[in-house]
């Protein structure tokens, strides 16, 4: 009949907890080397994708609708250089979203080839514990209970909401064995909003929206004469960049820092 149904899925999950050498302080207060456990490096990840579609009819070669989501936890054990542990901060990610393919004229004079979608992202930073974690996992209250955050001394708790649709379209041509015309498009917008459980909201420059479009277009005839012996590619590409942002001023006042480039 040529309709089919494919689906996919994943589930990861790691403890991360292997032996690390680092520098700690000893019961009197030395700095030594130690090889101690990471204690809060764990990560869990699951996703799936579910897809149905047609095949070789006369009209379609391929049409696929699919629709996916996944998602992951992550504990964040340390920086870069892992000067410190953190014991509390973490980071985690939603995804879902859809996308619909088609393709028609494969292998003749004429092909199309087009995909096209939907996303949407969610993704959350927390550090807001009031502990100093040392590196066998023991928590210090700070002797200020006000001042919460392990990474910079600072709360941070920021949300990220975003959606984001695109277009990838090529149409192919051979109007002559050694001549071929394509003409190609792609183009993305996004948008995004967020916020920052910190800051009050006349204060907080992630709750407002951000935009961004983006668009290529290309031509390009490709020659192949003697045989194959020369071949030329002439090509021209056009580009369009449009952003939407706002930026907080020292006086509390919003300027627009929108900017459109053709």
Not at 167 to 172: A, I
Not at 207 to 216: E, F, G, I, K, Q
């Amino acid at each position: 009949s040529g309709l089919f149904v494919r689906a996919d899925g994943f589930y990861d999950v790691a403890d991360n907890d292997y032996p690390v050498d680092v520098s700690a302080y000893d019961s009197v207060g030395r700095i030594t080397y130690v090889t101690v456990r990471r204690f809060h490096g764990g990560y869990h990840g699951r996703g799936a994708t579910v897809g149905v579609g047609l095949a070789d009819r006369s009209w379609a070669d391929r049409l696929v609708l699919q629709g996916f989501y996944a998602d992951y936890y992550n504990d964040l054990q340390h920086g870069a250089t892992m000067a410190r542990p953190y014991g509390e901060v973490t980071f985690d990610r939603r995804t879902a979203g859809t996308n619909l393919t088609y393709d028609v004229g494969r292998g003749g004079a004429t092909e199309l080839r087009t995909v096209a979608g939907y996303a949407y992202l969610d993704a959350r930073f927390l550090d807001r514990s009031s502990c100093i974690y040392d590196w066998y996992g023991i928590c210090t209250p700070r002797a200020n209970e006000a001042v919460t955050g392990e990474i910079n001394g600072t709360p941070e708790d920021r949300q990220l909401l975003s959606h984001t649709v695109f277009l990838r379209t090529t149409l192919q041509h051979r109007f002559h064995p050694s001549h071929r015309f394509r003409l190609a498009l792609a183009t993305t917008h996004t948008s995004r909003l967020g916020s920052d459980r910190t800051l009050s909201a006349e204060n907080d420059a992630l709750s407002r929206p951000r935009r961004l479009t983006t668009a290529v277009f290309g031509a390009e005839l490709e020659s192949n004469v003697w045989d194959g012996r020369i071949a030329n590619v002439a090509s021209v590409k056009g580009y369009f960049l449009h952003t939407g942002s706002e930026a907080l001023l020292a006086t509390g006042d919003w300027k627009d820092m929108s900017a459109t480039l053709p």
